[in-house]
């Protein structure tokens, strides 16, 4: 199924609902970094992109039964604009989605690299049955919500390094999930704006994540150049 296909295919379903009369509330995240708490909800008379975007982070039920939770995954990270790494090709960054594998090949994620993509909260949900992820970073992904770790609990049993950082929709309060993420064995956060207390944060994750190795800072580190 070509990408074309699959934005066609999602957004049909929308504009039939609309035409039946029901009534849809998506997130609209500003252009400019905000607190997330002041999140606000748009009508379905929003601009199509905000279609393309809840499109490209729903979970397709259908799509999930025929090809499985690894290539859907992959799909979704890969729509969005990051990129993903296999168990069988570590070494190997997928980010063009008409060159990852075909259908019939089977592959396992190890790598979820999110980098400057536009991955939302739902979009999460896609890691459900992705037991292999050991590694996941979220950078600048202004569409990523407070709470919008959550998801990551469904790879807590592989989940072993996470990065966060630039997210500015993410506070104090979106960084706690991290705490339940009990294999973690390094964590790197930094340039979060909107996280109050960065230390204190810090001090809490260290406090139920005792054997990871916490680099946490509020704003990014710039290195210095020689002169």
Not at 110 to 129: P, Y
Request: charged share 20%; glycine share 6%.
């Amino acid at each position: 199924m070509s990408l074309l296909h699959t934005v066609i295919k999602s957004l049909s379903k929308r504009l039939i609902l609309q035409g039946a009369g029901v009534q849809q509330n998506y997130l609209h995240i500003a252009a400019k970094p905000h607190h997330a708490e002041s999140v606000t909800f748009a009508t379905p008379t929003r601009s199509i992109w905000g279609y393309v975007a809840v499109a490209f982070n729903q979970v397709d039920a259908d799509r999930l039964a025929k090809v499985g939770p690894n290539r859907l995954c992959a799909e979704w990270v890969v729509k969005n604009g990051g990129g993903v790494r296999f168990t069988e090709s570590p070494t190997k960054l997928w980010k063009d989605y008409n060159q990852l594998p075909s259908e019939n090949t089977a592959f396992r994620i190890k790598v979820v690299d999110a980098t400057n993509s536009s991955v939302m909260k739902i979009g999460l949900e896609h890691l459900k049955g992705c037991d292999h992820i050991d590694t996941v970073i979220f950078h600048n992904c202004k569409h990523l919500e407070n709470e919008g770790l959550n998801g990551l609990s469904h790879i807590t049993k592989s989940l072993t390094r996470l990065q966060v950082s630039g997210c500015y929709n993410i506070s104090d309060s979106g960084l706690a999930i991290i705490s339940e993420l009990s294999n973690l064995k390094q964590l790197i956060i930094f340039d979060m704006i909107y996280v109050k207390d960065m230390e204190e944060v810090a001090r809490s994750l260290k406090s139920s994540l005792p054997e990871c190795d916490i680099q946490a800072t509020k704003f990014a580190v710039q290195l210095k150049k020689n002169k």
